[in-house]
């Protein structure tokens, strides 16, 4: 018995030699790498807190697009598209990382920034649209574009969808009416000149066949491309303005001075006055050479599309 003990005792020794051998090989590997090894720890931790950050800014940008979206009375289409007076403001169409105009800052509304991505500055060549954006433009001379933005359904509600032949049959206590339930904050000077116009467009349309062929006449039917590089050189008037305007004060137009024709042309389209930085400069400017039959019919489906699709507040 005294010599089985003998011989296991050695074979113990030997297992717990080896054992000490490895712990001491591994702790001089620990030794030399803690760098790495916070590196890993540090990339995981940075990692988990920067998906947590994300998901917390994300929570926070949808839940104040939510509110923006219920402030400015927005609803939502399918594919989780806002729509909005007829203006995609989507997300995705509002957070693009694309150089606007100058006058487009972080702090305009997502109505505002929609109308400057979408329709300023786009060729129109229907006649009820192009009525809509004269209407709106003599508007301006007492509001601004983010209230007209707005109040642009109330216009649309008040103003029978700016169907030139509805406005020009406005009565006398319908103006009247107008006035008094006046949730466009406009003078009675401009309702009238809106309902007057509205019957002198009807002539112009018997004249020229089309309001947008009189319009789009005073341009030789193609867009003026202009290459502004700063706001302040964009001028508050052209000479193709004031000859616009000195013929429809000819024909009996109100409110129709060169300045708000000015604002008329460049919201449609007749002048491209985006700067030559903002991305839909070149988008604008691509229209000048196209087929304007083309565009024509595009504006007809667009303005359908509004009617059929979109109803007023």
Same mark, same amino acid.
């Given at each position: 018995?005294?010599?089985?003990?003998?011989?296991?005792?050695?074979?113990?020794?030997?297992?717990?030699?080896?054992?000490?051998?490895?712990?001491?090989?591994?702790?001089?590997?620990?030794?030399?790498?803690?760098?790495?090894?916070?590196?890993?720890?540090?990339?995981?931790?940075?990692?988990?807190?920067?998906?947590?950050?994300?998901?917390?800014?994300?929570?926070?940008?949808?839940?104040?697009?939510?509110?923006?979206?219920?402030?400015?009375?927005?609803?939502?289409?399918?594919?989780?598209?806002?729509?909005?007076?007829?203006?995609?403001?989507? @997300?995705?169409?509002?957070?693009?990382?694309?150089?606007?105009?100058?006058?487009?800052?972080?702090?305009?509304? @997502?109505?505002?920034?929609?109308?400057?991505?979408?329709?300023?500055?786009?060729?129109?060549?229907?006649?009820?649209?192009?009525?809509?954006?004269?209407?709106?433009?003599?508007?301006?001379?007492?509001?601004?574009?983010?209230?007209?933005?707005?109040?642009?359904?109330?216009?649309?509600?008040?103003?029978?969808?700016?169907?030139?032949?509805?406005?020009?049959?406005?009565?006398?206590?319908?103006?009247?009416?107008?006035?008094?339930?006046?949730?466009?904050?406009?003078?009675?000077?401009?309702?009238?000149?809106?309902?007057?116009?509205?019957?002198?467009?009807?002539?112009?349309?018997?004249?020229?066949?089309?309001?947008?062929?009189?319009?789009?006449?005073?341009?030789?039917?193609?867009?003026?491309?202009?290459?502004?590089?700063?706001?302040?050189?964009? @001028?508050?008037?052209?000479?193709?303005?004031?000859?616009?305007?000195?013929?429809?004060?000819?024909?009996?137009?109100?409110?129709?001075?060169?300045?708000?024709?000015?604002?008329?042309?460049?919201?449609?389209?007749?002048?491209?006055?985006?700067?030559?930085?903002?991305?839909?400069?070149?988008?604008?400017?691509?229209?000048?050479?196209?087929?304007?039959?083309?565009?024509?019919?595009?504006?007809?489906?667009?303005?359908?599309?509004?009617?059929?699709?979109?109803?007023?507040?």
């Amino acid at each position: 018995m005294m010599s089985v003990a003998v011989k296991l005792k050695p074979s113990v020794e030997s297992r717990r030699k080896t054992e000490d051998t490895k712990k001491s090989h591994q702790k001089k590997k620990l030794a030399q790498s803690p760098n790495s090894i916070l590196r890993s720890n540090a990339s995981v931790d940075s990692l988990c807190s920067t998906d947590s950050s994300n998901n917390s800014i994300s929570a926070m940008k949808l839940a104040n697009l939510k509110w923006r979206m219920k402030q400015n009375g927005l609803k939502a289409a399918k594919g989780s598209v806002a729509v909005s007076n007829g203006v995609d403001i989507s @997300p995705q169409s509002l957070s693009q990382p694309v150089k606007r105009c100058d006058w487009i800052t972080t702090y305009s509304g @997502p109505l505002y920034a929609a109308f400057h991505d979408k329709e300023w500055g786009v060729p129109v060549h229907d006649d009820k649209k192009l009525f809509e954006f004269f209407v709106l433009s003599v508007a301006l001379a007492e509001l601004t574009w983010p209230t007209i933005l707005n109040k642009r359904n109330i216009f649309r509600k008040l103003f029978k969808t700016f169907d030139p032949v509805a406005i020009a049959k406005f009565t006398e206590p319908k103006i009247l009416t107008l006035k008094s339930n006046n949730s466009l904050s406009l003078s009675e000077l401009k309702f009238r000149a809106i309902v007057e116009n509205a019957k002198l467009i009807l002539k112009i349309q018997e004249e020229f066949g089309s309001f947008n062929d009189y319009c789009w006449g005073f341009v030789n039917h193609k867009p003026i491309q202009n290459g502004y590089r700063y706001v302040r050189q964009i @001028p508050v008037k052209t000479p193709k303005a004031e000859a616009m305007s000195k013929d429809l004060m000819r024909r009996g137009f109100r409110c129709v001075g060169p300045t708000v024709i000015y604002s008329f042309m460049q919201v449609a389209g007749i002048v491209n006055n985006h700067l030559v930085s903002c991305f839909r400069y070149k988008e604008c400017s691509s229209y000048a050479n196209s087929d304007f039959s083309h565009k024509i019919r595009e504006s007809e489906l667009l303005s359908n599309f509004e009617e059929t699709c979109l109803s007023p507040d």
